[in-house]
């Protein structure tokens, strides 16, 4: 067995979470491969490390004092080595970073420090092989991640390496500039290391006991998800629920490699699994709801729309030509409807009816603003009838209105337009529908 385990931010925060953190790699022998964050927040009020090095650097950048803010970076870092009582001295790799500041070596390099410096700390401190992330992750010169690239080598490097500590976050470009993914990047390190390893299980250690079934900010205390496909988190994912870097899945589903997300501050309680397929039977019909507010709709109504060929194209064209993403399209007999950002489109808005205008002479277009959009999630949807039916029946009983549904032809998903200002209600409505009354 043979497991890539991840820790976030929060989980090395300080001495204490590293120490948390070390138990639960000696915990087990097959927790090989460990992939660190930088420090993260200690409380609410806190900064992260990373935030740090950017601001710092970008002081330096500027020629402006940044010793102040390099004396709060080095503070955190030493509290972390004199609590673990690590006989390690940072003071040659403060004197290089800062060297490498002055050199404008830039903002990635910056804040690739968290993480490579954490990943010093904790190879010491686990007696684990450290393995710079610069020499095994690549990125190519445009600084697009090169994945096969990266899966070759890493794996003949890993390949020797029995145990290792890996940063997570960041890589090198061909010229040797170290390059980040983009924010909470650490996920991918972890994945991509798994992968290379062919781990049977990645782990990946947060502050969370694992994926909500809803969002804690809008139903108190929801319940945690035993089990869910890489698919229905991609699509909760894309709706706003945010555990896991997004792209983290992409190189463990290349090979079928489960994630298990679990709590350093819990780690007796069951988390969450994220996997390819599954026979598990969800505790529920519906794997999880998420929501986003922010959108508008145009509705394009013109008689006989669907005898006309290229319809759907001259309008969706209108949009491309300004550079707008669409979110959904429902259609009816003699109506489409384009579900847009609203932030992305108002600048546009009458360019975008002009231009539809032009392109099929519809006999009216018609906007609505402020709507949200809210997906309910579940493999067990397919199975159970009378999903839609409990859905809209808990809307109408909130009282609420909905615009617009839209069921994909997976049957893994329903999603729901209603007010922004029914946002919240009807989530709770949902979750009350299918959870609560289960418990
Ligand atoms: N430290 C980086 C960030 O704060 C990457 C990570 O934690 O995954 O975004």
Known sequence: MKKVVKFGGSSLANAKQFKKAADIVRAEKSRKYVVPSAPGKRNDKDEKVTDLLYQCYDLAAE??????????????????????????????????????????????????RGEYLNGLIMAEYLGYKFIDAAEVISFDENGVFDSEKTNTELRERLEHEDRAVIPGFYGAMPDG???????????????????????????????????LVADPHIVPDPQVIDAITYSELRELSYMGASVLHEESIFPVRKEGIPIHIRNTNRPKDRGTLIVESTCRKPRYVITG???????????????MMNAEVGFCRKVLSVFEKYGISIEHMP????????????????????????????AVDPDFVEMEADLALIAVVGRGMKAARGTAGRIFSALAHARINVKMIDQ????????????????????????????????
Do not use: P
């Open 63 to 112: 020629g402006s004092a940044y010793n102040k803010v390099f004396a709060k970076i080095k503070e955190r870092f030493s509290e972390i080595v004199e609590g673990l009582e690590l006989n390690m001295n940072l003071a040659y790799e403060f004197d290089r970073i800062e060297e490498n500041f002055r050199k404008k070596a830039g903002r990635d390099y910056a804040a690739s």
């Open 177 to 211: 500039r170290v390059k980040t993914f983009s924010r909470g990047g650490s996920d991918i390190t972890g994945s991509i290391v798994a992968r290379a390893v062919h781990a049977d299980l990645y782990e990946n250690w947060t502050d969370v006991s694992g994926v």
């Open 289 to 303: 709801i998420a929501g986003k507010r922010g959108f508008c709709s145009v509705t394009v109504e013109k008689a």
């Open 331 to 358: 259609s009816g007999i003699d109506t489409m409807t384009i579900f847009v950002h609203q932030s992305d489109f108002e600048e546009y808005e009458q360019s975008v009816i002009a231009g539809i205008h032009r």
């Open 408 to 439: 994909g032809s997976s049957e893994r998903n329903i999603i729901i337009g209603v007010k922004d200002a029914d946002f919240e209600a009807a989530i709770k409505a949902i979750y009350d529908i299918f959870v609560t009354v289960e418990l």
